[in-house]
């Protein structure tokens, strides 16, 4: 049962669980994560084991499915990044991509659990023409309820994160119950720019050893206070709200030990060509970028599934060993913390991280709206109830 001390989300495609952790880090309680994706399940079980985790295609559920899931209750938010290759701007765009659908349902689920506001995240290419319309017509289904804000784009870099990553986000409230929002709510105010050193420079290299599924290593540095370790890695290293985490990933981060230090093993010839890319400039042949202490990681791609290929995505370049970076290097430059556990294949956690929404990021949105969010229910849901009808009627304006 959900605590009475924290407002409640339902997070759609959810994914490993990027944009929940957020949430939870924002003082929100996950009571549903769905996502149909069972490998995806699996990581977020491991690390929302309060959560109730369906394993379900979001457009079949309907409104019986989440009385049987949650009972009465309402959620006050819900939260969602539906699947965007079909409007990337990196590779093939297909008008006709059955997941650009998707985007429909996750409004249509908006519709269905009637929360108080909600969240969406997906790629720039939604503002394209073409793309823009599809993001208007499902907008449309909810617009005479909500008011909307955006669709805004963000930046990760700007929220704190050692990534460069754009994403559109499209909020929507309930005024009845949500004090008003606008776009420069959502605006980063005085962050401090975090750099591929602050992110990755106390993390140990790969493991030769490669010992247990998940590959866990020891900090060269244990004294979170020494002068090697930035605030950003010493809040990497902390644990978890006792609500969060697997309990062997917590019980180890505590000994000083993280997960997601596999080796990738390249040839001799790759390895010359990787020691040989200066930082901050791409190698020729591959095309991976090679990061600079100094700078910001390229946007972290996620590759296919096994329903498209199972094509791996590129891996930045470490910048002082000649390879790819690790899984918990990637995850550290995306802003998941050290506690948070994958796959214990490399390919899965770089798609999970690669798909997923920056914690950083998700954290800063619900922030803005928690303070906002009315928690006492019996002095909104009465004049709500009497107003909705007439918005329908009259739907309100974006707020841009």
Not at 352 to 359: K, Q, R
Not at 370 to 385: F, N
Request: aromatic share 8%; proline share 8%; net charge neutral.
């Amino acid at each position: 049962m959900p605590s009475n001390s924290r407002p409640t989300i339902v997070d759609l495609f959810c994914g490993c669980g990027g944009f929940g952790l957020g949430a939870e880090l924002a003082g929100f309680q996950t009571v549903a994560a769905v996502d149909i994706d069972k490998d995806l399940q699996a990581a977020y079980r491991l690390n929302f084991p309060e959560t109730k985790a369906l394993q379900a295609d979001i457009s079949n559920l309907t409104k019986e499915t989440w009385a049987f899931s949650l009972g009465d209750l309402r959620p006050d938010g819900v939260i969602g990044g539906p699947p965007c290759q079909g409007f990337s701007r990196i590779g093939r765009r297909q008008k006709d991509d059955p997941r650009n659908s998707l985007i429909a349902h996750f409004f249509r689920q908006v519709a269905v659990l009637q929360p108080k506001f909600f969240v969406m995240e997906n790629v720039e290419g939604l503002l394209d023409d073409g793309n823009l319309e599809n993001l208007e017509a499902a907008l449309a289904t909810v617009s005479g309820q909500y008011q909307i804000v955006g669709p805004m784009v963000v930046n990760a870099a700007h929220f704190g994160a050692a990534t460069v990553r754009k994403r559109v986000v499209v909020v929507g409230f309930d005024p009845n119950e949500i004090s008003s929002l606008c776009e420069s709510d959502f605006q980063p105010e005085h962050s401090i720019p975090t750099s591929v050193r602050d992110a990755i420079g106390d993390l140990p290299g790969p493991s030769v050893q490669q010992q247990g599924e998940y590959v866990w290593s020891r900090y060269p540095v244990l004294d979170m206070m020494a002068p090697s370790v930035s605030a950003y890695a010493r809040h990497m290293r902390e644990v978890p709200p006792p609500h969060l985490g697997w309990s062997t990933a917590v019980d180890r981060l505590a000994h000083g030990e993280a997960s997601g230090f596999a080796e990738t093993i390249h040839t001799r010839v790759v390895t010359e060509r990787f020691g040989g890319t200066p930082p901050g400039r791409v190698e020729e042949v591959s095309r991976y970028p090679r990061l600079h202490w100094e700078g910001l990681c390229p946007t972290l791609r996620a590759g296919t599934g096994r329903d498209r290929g199972s094509f791996q995505a590129m891996r930045p370049i470490h910048p002082a060993e000649p390879r790819v970076i690790t899984v918990r290097e990637a995850a550290r430059l995306q802003g998941f913390p050290d506690w948070f556990t994958f796959s214990p294949a490399k390919w899965h956690s770089f798609r999970m991280i690669g798909n997923s929404v920056s914690p950083i990021v998700a954290k800063h949105l619900l922030d803005a709206i928690k303070p906002r969010l009315s928690l006492d229910d019996s002095q909104t849901q009465v004049v709500a109830a009497e107003d909705r009808s007439s918005r329908r009627a009259h739907p309100r304006r974006r707020n841009r």
